[in-house]
């Protein structure tokens, strides 16, 4: 690992310009520091004393954003030394970032802005930083635009006014306090100075505690969130279980993992204790999709909002989800729990740990980690025992082949998942235990099933699974052979999806909603191939079975597979269309199918969706409707879906390259200016890379980026794209061309603008 970037003197300029803000926004000459709220104020005048430091230590504040500015500046260095980046290029962009933070403190208008108006900084930044981006060299531009962000982020978190700068602050005065109170014995002679000091330093506290709630709760009494698995009828208590629960109702202890192979029962478990604590009437349960960093994110944001947190449209979701652990943080103590299921790295968790008073973390994941070196109480979820799969086997099925239960307990290797649905098929296919051995053993599949870790399993389990599923399907197309095959276009839509499952109302729309769908349904839940969430809103797939169902029936067979995109994503356009009403169930849907682009976006196993054609009118539609119902938070979700499309489908359909200019405009109109240029910026770049530097849509779309940064008083900007435009009309479409005369009269307007720009 290479050496960190050096940040001291980036933190230094962060901290001033935070300090600057506090003292600009009190100054009585600023008529309009006067509309600022007064708690804020009284933080703000006591803020001013911390700018210097205490006893000529270095600022905590200071150390405190160096630190934050580091971890993530450091991941993203590592990224570009690794494709060839050099470190002085890389340190170059810091300091331009340094300048253009100093150059804005330099500016009382711009500053006071930024501190009433702290969301809006990346934009500020990105401004101030324009002229400054010449001196980067090409190489780290991207690493430049990337600094830019995490500062501006930084900023964000640190703004004055918020509880972080507040809390920073009286940490300082509280430190300053100790150190007078140490010197005390020293200084006798100086007693009434000292005294004075002291009360001054009372005052100032008891202003900045008066900024900050304490022992009030701003969270709503009763909170359930998230859609946890049901409880398996006859849940088998599982070797751990009773450590789980002393631990989570005795020892309140506040960081729990459950660690296990796929299939063992981690998330059953989890379910149980979520199950015990609205039993008990806890005031807070959450349950968390932790598979990707998208979904644990789209997760804490909708349950931040379902706790009415104090937002506006134009706040960035992960911004909400920091307001929200902050709020957490400072509410009374009360027993409160969140699931993370099924965390597929811990990295995507660490920074958004709920912490307070009685809150507990129960998480679930493969991942063989030192979890207790981590500050986690690690819980090894096992398979069943043997004496528990038998007496699963036999009990569910009304059978005593205790030692035919044991075989097949043996090449199933107690696996619980296995085992559940090898009774469920045993039952339900009227099959004896022997009889059941023997089509286990005789059966093949056609490929072996892929492993991931955690995955330790026999092959025999991909058997059990597919053919848990093929009776399903067999019994239900014996019954109705349109039932059938509507039950296997629920399967191939919930194997493409999330994997953390999809509202039980989406899937009843297959088909068309018909009577057969809900039949088909209801079949696939008491064959127990799919499973329903305890508040009966979401329908899922056990994640070793969807595997299977791909692998044996959508990855060998491209019809099949196409026909199950195809039917996918009809599915989800009839959501979005069907979303225009101002209901909570239309607005509702609108909100839900953006964070399913944005999860499947990240799924692997779902890029086949990407793949297809029809994608692209599904994301547009989604843009239309997200800007009809004016949901600004939501756009963000669609940049990572956009680019999946784009990656896909540009090379062959150039109809895909708008896609990202109708992303921006959304930003646009949403005054997200920063996301915009960088988006149009990007949809400039796929046409050089699909179409070529001279191609005629090419040369537009430079002209439409030029105008767009015309439009928003870039002129500068705006000027030298309408420069490097115009040979190019000219020598590719002729001087006359309306395009060509367009961008002419374009860079006569800017060049006259460019002195009284303003930046």
């Not at 912490?355 to 109480?377: F, K, P, Q, S, V």
């Not at 955690?454 to 389990?461: I, L, M, Q, R, T």
């Not at 009809?628 to 940049?639: E, G, K």
Request: charged share 25%; with cysteine.
């Amino acid at each position: 690992m290479a050496d960190p970037l050096s940040l001291a003197v980036l933190s230094v300029s962060i901290t001033g310009l935070l300090m600057r803000g506090a003292a600009v926004a009190v100054d009585s000459s600023w008529s309009s520091a006067a509309s600022l709220p007064g708690d804020a104020l009284n933080a703000w005048r006591s803020l001013r004393r911390l700018q210097q430091g205490r006893g000529g230590q270095r600022n905590p504040l200071e150390a405190s954003i160096e630190a934050r500015l580091q971890k993530e500046v450091d991941d993203v260095s590592q990224r570009y030394e690794r494709t060839g980046v050099t470190r002085s290029a890389l340190a170059g962009a810091v300091t331009e970032i340094e300048v253009g933070l100093k150059e804005l403190s330099g500016d009382d208008t711009t500053v006071l802005e930024a501190v009433r108006f702290p969301d809006r900084f990346e934009m500020y930044l990105r401004q101030r930083t324009a002229g400054r981006r010449q001196n980067v060299e090409a190489a780290a531009d991207p690493f430049f635009d990337d600094l830019t962000r995490i500062v501006a982020g930084e900023f964000i978190y640190r703004a004055p006014g918020s509880r972080t700068f507040d809390i920073a602050a009286l940490k300082q005065l509280l430190a300053g306090q100790e150190q007078i109170r140490s010197g005390v014995e020293q200084l006798q002679g100086a007693q009434t100075e000292t005294n004075e000091r002291l009360s001054a330093m009372a005052t100032d506290i008891k202003e900045i505690r008066s900024a900050i709630p304490h022992g009030q709760s701003t969270l709503p009494t009763r909170i359930r969130f998230g859609s946890p698995p049901t409880v398996t009828a006859g849940f088998v208590e599982r070797e751990g279980q009773s450590e789980l629960f002393d631990a989570i109702f005795t020892h309140a202890e506040q960081k729990i993992v459950l660690t296990g192979m796929r299939g063992s029962g981690k998330t059953q478990l989890a379910a149980t204790v979520a199950a015990k604590c609205e039993k008990e009437d806890w005031p807070f349960v959450a349950w968390i999709n932790a598979a990707s960093r998208t979904e644990l994110v789209a997760d804490l944001y909708e349950l931040a909002l379902r706790s009415d947190i104090n937002t506006s449209k134009d706040i960035l979701p992960e911004t909400i989800v920091r307001r929200f652990l902050d709020e957490l943080r400072s509410e009374r103590a009360a027993d409160r729990l969140f699931v993370f299921d099924n965390i597929e790295s811990f990295d995507d968790i660490n920074d958004v740990i709920p912490l307070g008073e009685g809150i507990r973390i129960l998480a679930t994941t493969t991942r063989r980690l030192a979890w207790n070196t981590l500050d986690w109480l690690p819980i090894t979820v096992d398979v069943f025992q043997r004496k528990q799969s038998i007496a699963l086997l036999c009990e569910h099925t009304s059978q005593n082949e205790h030692d035919v239960a044991n075989r097949i307990a043996e090449v199933l290797g107690d696996l619980p998942v296995a085992i559940i649905q090898a009774a469920s098929a045993i039952r339900r296919g009227r099959f004896s235990l022997t009889e059941y051995l023997d089509k286990l053993n005789c059966s093949t599949l056609d490929r072996s099933m892929n492993r991931r870790e955690g995955g330790n399993y026999p092959e025999a389990v991909a058997v059990a699974l597919f053919m848990a599923y093929e009776q399903a399907l067999e019994r239900i197309r014996q019954n109705s052979p349109a039932r059938g095959r509507v039950a296997s276009q629920i399967l191939s839509t919930l194997s493409l999806l999330s994997s953390s499952g999809v509202p039980a109302r989406w899937i009843t729309r297959i088909n068309r909603g018909t009577e057969d769908t809900r039949e088909a349904l209801a079949s696939l839940l008491e064959f127990s191939v799919c499973q329903e969430s305890i508040d009966r809103t979401y329908i899922s797939l056990h994640r070793l079975q969807s595997q299977i169902f791909r692998e044996e029936h959508l990855d060998n067979d491209p019809q099949q597979l196409q026909e199950a995109c195809d039917n996918t994503i009809s599915l989800l356009t009839s959501v979005v269309e069907s979303s225009h009403s101002n209901t909570e169930h239309g607005v509702q849907d609108a909100t839900l199918i953006a964070s399913q682009l944005e999860i499947i976006a990240s799924q692997p196993h779902s890029r086949h969706l990407f793949q297809n054609a029809r994608m692209v009118d599904l994301i547009k539609a989604t843009i239309v409707r997200l800007h009809a119902q004016d949901m600004n938070q939501l756009p963000y979700s669609l940049i990572a879906p956009t680019d999946k499309v784009i990656e896909a489908l540009a090379p062959t359909n150039t109809d895909v390259l708008d896609l990202r200019r109708s992303l921006a405009l959304l930003f646009y109109d949403m005054h997200d200016y920063s996301e915009s240029f960088t988006l149009t910026e990007e949809w400039y770049s796929d046409h050089i890379k699909y179409l070529g530097p001279n191609h005629e849509t090419t040369l537009n779309a430079l002209n439409v980026l030029a105008e767009d940064y015309c439009w928003a008083g870039y002129a500068e900007t705006a000027a030298s794209l309408f420069e490097l435009a115009l040979p190019r009309f000219e020598s590719t479409l002729g001087n006359d061309h309306p395009s060509t005369v367009s961008a002419r009269e374009h860079l006569k307007h800017t060049n006259k603008t460019k002195r009284g720009e303003t930046i």
